[in-house]
């Protein structure tokens, strides 16, 4: 079956541009994280979903950043008036439950900001 | 505050021989301890991962040993193949609910013929 899908794969944004990355998470999958990973570095979280419910938003590193999940499938991070140290590989995984349960990584969405 | 500290950085290896990575934990909250293989421009995948209930825990070539007393967690890759170049992150998660992993820096393995 299908994994984890993003998309862009890639964006290039000038600065104070706003973007908009898409997660299609495997289907039926309850839980949705999205993680943000520096160059050379691990991801770190950002923000958590369960369902359309967001439970946990504590890794937002600031008020530009917006993640939503309206109908508890699609999700969408937005990050308002990009600035360069926005740039990053921008990675959602999804788990089947709500328990601890592997979390399945997409590809991610390289954002180059300049 | 780095609750998963990783070690080595980088990591180079013969094909056939054992490579070994290293991590400690700070937060006796974690309870689950899994490890995942990034390739360039992919996601990481679930490698293998462990429960504090079982010391070691082995999947083909790839064993995690584990010691709750020190808060220490490490991976072994036996008769390792240059197929297994890629860098591997270990990662900690609390199991009430389904929590946010806290990964390690990453280790980037070479093997070599």
């Known amino acids: 079956g299908a994994g984890v899908s993003q998309s862009p794969r890639y964006k290039v944004a000038k600065r104070g541009q706003d973007v908009a990355l898409r997660c299609d998470p495997i289907s039926g999958h309850v839980s949705l994280f999205w993680y943000q990973q520096a160059l050379g570095q691990g991801p770190e979280f950002l923000t958590y979903f369960q369902n359309e419910a967001q439970l946990d938003k504590s890794g937002l590193p600031s008020d530009r950043f917006f993640a939503e999940r309206p109908e508890g499938s699609v999700s969408t991070l937005k990050i308002q008036r990009t600035q360069q140290e926005d740039s990053a590989v921008y990675l959602c995984?999804?788990?089947?439950?709500?328990?601890?349960?592997?979390?399945?990584f997409g590809p991610g969405t390289r954002l180059l900001v300049l | 505050q780095q609750q998963v500290k990783q070690s080595p950085q980088s990591l180079i290896v013969q094909k056939g021989g054992i490579s070994i990575i290293n991590c400690a934990y700070e937060n006796t909250a974690f309870d689950y301890f899994p490890w995942y293989q990034q390739f360039p421009g992919k996601g990481p995948a679930l490698l293998i991962a462990?429960?504090?209930?079982?010391s070691e825990k082995k999947e083909g070539r790839f064993t995690i040993s584990f010691n709750k007393s020190a808060k220490q967690f490490s991976l072994h890759i036996m008769d390792s193949q240059p197929g297994d170049s890629a860098t591997y992150f270990c990662?900690?998660?609390?199991?009430?609910?389904?929590?946010?992993?806290?990964f390690g820096k990453g280790t980037r393995l070479s093997v070599i013929a």
């Open positions: 990662a900690a998660s609390k199991e009430s609910g389904n929590t946010p992993l806290v």
């Open positions: 995984a999804s788990s089947r439950t709500s328990s601890q349960e592997t979390q399945y």
């Open positions: 462990i429960r504090p209930d079982v």
